[in-house]
């Protein structure tokens, strides 16, 4: 699928025109209701203020949480439009629902330059149904729809696909980025290309690793998932995390590897710890020496150093999960030492969103990739080649 030839809202006039935009809203609360994290609606305003600046009628939509298809104030956006109004420096019209009469009232009353917001697209069983009904009452608001929201873009619902059945269709500036930037990673990478996969399972991960093997020169596999190909090794792993079922499968991948070309790199070494706690007693062993009752909780040392090494000399790195139990102090070493590498190395860097965005955030080294992806389910379903309906529905360049 070649996400690369899409419209965007540069394609389009958009002046007067009432712009409907789904955006990821989809923000952190604490207990007295204030957002903790403006990222999402940061990624979002380069979008909205081109529209704004175009004199766009601008008509936003979003979820947030999972209010399961009932009217909850707990998920009420109400925060997000006051987040907005500062941001832009002008009050955001909150609706009080998402269909409804105050959605309606206001997005007719719109001059140009004026923005909406309307209420949790979720509060609406509908939406996640991909209801056609509902879809066309959410498209008649608008004369236009912009895609944003990378995050759910690999959900087919009624804002983030539906819509664009009624409505002409393209993508916002968030959007463009990331299918611009991990599409040429993928389709054209500059050499070598190497991919870091953790995080828990192997079974989470297939499709991606299929994928990536007939792309990439080097594989790092670390974190929990890297249990099963020791396992596959031979080697004892302890109580570590490992799918027994998946042994085989993971014999079969380091086998493809070596079939392609591709250097496939596991742990050589392991921090391992007695119980599955922070506290928990812990030391460095081998791969092939991991004693019974104890379980491997992040990459050694030599590990951390052999990593590095294959990473320092790229052209291109997509990361996607972390190489130990990363928000445990104890176990953090191995991602710093991994994040380090990838700062380090000049390479074009795309870190694939969700646990590997976060800790890349928390060790500070953000502003030294070139891409965060916004997105985790989604980052990873583009990685592994399969079709975003939240983009795939949007309308072709001529």
């Given at each position: 699928?070649?996400y690369l030839?899409?419209?965007?809202?540069?394609?389009?006039?958009v002046?007067?025109?009432?712009?409907?935009?789904?955006?990821?809203?989809?923000?952190?609360?604490?207990d007295q209701g204030?957002?903790?994290?403006?990222?999402?609606?940061d990624?979002?305003?380069k979008?909205?203020r081109?529209?704004?600046?175009?004199?766009?009628?601008?008509?936003?939509?979003s979820?947030?949480?999972r209010?399961?298809?009932?009217?909850n104030p707990?998920y009420?956006?109400?925060?997000?439009?006051?987040?907005?109004?500062?941001k832009?420096g002008?009050?955001?019209k909150?609706?009080?629902d998402?269909?409804?009469?105050?959605?309606?009232s206001?997005a007719?009353s719109?001059?140009?330059g004026?923005?909406?917001?309307l209420e949790?697209?979720r509060?609406?069983k509908?939406?996640?149904?991909n209801?056609p009904?509902?879809a066309k009452?959410?498209a008649?608001l608008?004369?236009?729809?912009?895609?944003d929201a990378?995050?759910?873009?690999h959900?087919a619902?009624a804002?983030?696909a539906?819509v664009a059945?009624y409505?002409?269709?393209v993508?916002g500036f968030?959007?463009?980025?990331?299918?611009?930037?991990?599409?040429?990673?993928l389709?054209d990478?500059?050499?070598?290309?190497?991919?870091?996969?953790g995080g828990?399972k192997?079974?989470?991960k297939?499709?991606?690793i299929?994928?990536?093997?007939?792309k990439?020169?080097?594989?790092i596999?670390?974190g929990?998932m890297?249990?099963t190909?020791l396992?596959?090794?031979g080697?004892s792993v302890g109580?570590?995390?490992c799918?027994?079922?998946?042994?085989d499968?993971?014999?079969?991948?380091?086998?493809?590897a070596?079939k392609k070309?591709?250097k496939?790199l596991l742990p050589?070494d392991?921090k391992?710890?007695?119980?599955?706690k922070p506290?928990?007693?812990?030391?460095?062993?081998?791969s092939d020496?991991?004693?019974d009752?104890?379980?491997?909780?992040d990459?050694?040392p030599?590990?951390q150093?052999?990593?590095a090494?294959a990473?320092?000399?790229?052209?291109?790195?997509v990361?996607n999960?972390?190489?130990?139990?990363?928000?445990w102090?104890?176990?953090e070493?191995g991602?710093?030492?991994v994040?380090q590498a990838v700062a380090?190395s000049g390479?074009i860097?795309?870190?694939?969103?969700g646990?590997?965005?976060?800790?890349?955030e928390?060790?500070g080294f953000?502003d030294?990739?070139t891409h965060i992806?916004?997105?985790?389910g989604a980052?990873?379903e583009?990685l592994?080649g399969k079709?975003?309906p939240?983009?795939?529905?949007?309308n072709?360049?001529?």
């Open positions: 699928m070649n030839n899409k419209k965007t809202v540069e394609d389009i006039d002046t007067g025109k009432r712009v409907l935009v789904r955006c990821d809203f989809n923000v952190p609360f604490d204030n957002i903790t994290d403006t990222k999402r609606i990624g979002a305003m979008t909205i081109y529209l704004v600046d175009h004199k766009a009628k601008v008509i936003l939509c979820h947030l949480g209010p399961k298809g009932e009217f707990k009420s956006l109400k925060p997000v439009a006051k987040c907005l109004s500062e832009l002008f009050p955001v909150m609706a009080s998402v269909i409804g009469e105050s959605a309606r206001i007719a719109l001059k140009g004026e923005v909406e917001l949790n697209v509060f609406h509908e939406e996640e149904k209801d009904a509902f009452e959410l008649s608008a004369d236009i729809y912009v895609n990378f995050g759910t873009a959900r619902h804002s983030t539906g059945d409505l002409p269709a993508c968030l959007i463009q980025k990331e299918i611009t930037i991990m599409g040429k990673a389709s990478p500059k050499r070598p290309f190497v991919a870091i996969l828990a192997v079974s989470d297939i499709s991606v299929t994928n990536l093997l007939t990439v020169n080097t594989l596999i670390g929990g890297a249990y190909f396992r596959a090794k080697y109580t570590s995390l799918e027994e079922d998946k042994v499968l993971a014999k079969e991948i380091m086998a493809s070596e070309g591709v496939l050589v392991n391992i710890g007695h119980e599955f506290d928990t007693e812990a030391k460095v062993v081998d020496q991991i004693p009752g104890w379980m491997g909780l990459i050694g030599k590990t150093k052999l990593f090494s990473i320092s000399g790229a052209g291109t790195v990361w999960g972390p190489m130990g139990l990363s928000e102090e104890n176990f070493s991602t710093v030492a994040a380090d390479a860097s795309i870190i694939g969103g646990d590997s965005a976060a800790a890349v928390k060790f953000a030294k990739m992806s916004t997105g985790g980052s990873l583009f592994e079709i975003l939240g983009i795939a529905c949007l072709d360049k001529d």
